[in-house]
Antibody, heavy 120, light 111 residues
Framework: QLQLQESGPGLVKPSETLSLTCTVSGGSISSSSYYWGWIRQPPGKGLEWIGTIYYTGNTYYNPSLKSRVTISVDTSKNRFSLKLSSVTAADTAVYYC????????????WGQGTLVTVSS | QTVVTQEPSFSVSPGGTVTLTCGLSSGSVSTSYYPSWYQQTPGQAPRTLIYSTNTRSSGVPDRFSGSILGNKAALTITGAQAEDESDYYCVVYMGSGFSVVFGGGTKLTVL
């Protein structure tokens, strides 16, 4: 059974860079059939797609976040990562990683999510 | 950027039928947008219900169905149960590589 697990600091200071990692187990991140994505959810609000990466390193970002987002992949460790720079309180959210199915463009497996709070 | 619209809230009686919709601020949702639907209860990660308009994800009860109704994607729950009280989100594929957009979500109350 595929599992995704987010990890990283739960508290980040304003203007700094948020960094999270998603470790994939029970399957290979290098599968040609899947992409890997990040989604976030501010407290009490809806879900927002951040971006998606293929194992080759090809990336696709939400235009509204593109200037601040970097997603990378480490196939040797079967994980992918998110960096969001210049964070503000508005970036406080639960961050989810998910597998993004490549031919029907939907998220089929999700991590449990991790809360990141931006505060000094 | 295109906005994906959903009803903010909806109510259904136990055993009743409810249809939630997913539209675009500009244009129509068609199968080419590969609409998918997700259920989320408080404190939990989303659960995939429907993908590619009308395909149920593994383990999803058949009371959940997806379709295109007019110019919108639709999620219908036939015979709603108390455990269906959740937030429901749609996602549409916008092309441009792998760009997707979430709808704002619908809070469904079963009472």
């Amino acid at each position: 059974q595929l599992q995704l697990q987010e990890s990283g600091p739960g508290l980040v200071k304003p203007s700094e860079t948020l960094s999270l990692t998603c470790t994939v187990s029970g399957g290979s991140i290098s599968s040609s059939s899947y992409y890997w994505g990040w989604i976030r959810q501010p407290p009490g609000k809806g879900l927002e797609w951040i971006g998606t990466i293929y194992y080759t390193g090809n990336t696709y970002y939400n235009p509204s976040l593109k200037s601040r987002v970097t997603i990378s992949v480490d196939t040797s460790k079967n994980r992918f990562s998110l960096k969001l720079s210049s964070v503000t309180a508005a970036d406080t959210a639960v961050y989810y990683c998910a597998r993004h199915e490549s031919w029907n463009y939907f998220f089929d497996y999700w991590g449990q999510g991790t809360l990141v709070t931006v505060s000094s | 950027q295109t906005v994906v619209t959903q009803e903010p809230s909806f109510s259904v009686s136990p055993g009743g039928t409810v249809t939630l919709t997913c539209g675009l601020s500009s244009g129509s949702v068609s199968t080419s947008y590969y609409p998918s639907w997700y259920q989320q209860t408080p404190g939990q990660a989303p659960r995939t219900l429907i993908y590619s308009t009308n395909t149920r994800s593994s383990g999803v009860p058949d009371r959940f169905s997806g379709s295109i109704l007019g110019n919108k994607a639709a999620l219908t729950i036939t015979g709603a149960q108390a455990e269906d009280e959740s937030d429901y989100y749609c996602v549409v594929y916008m092309g441009s590589g792998f760009s997707v957009v979430f709808g704002g979500g619908t809070k469904l109350t079963v009472l």
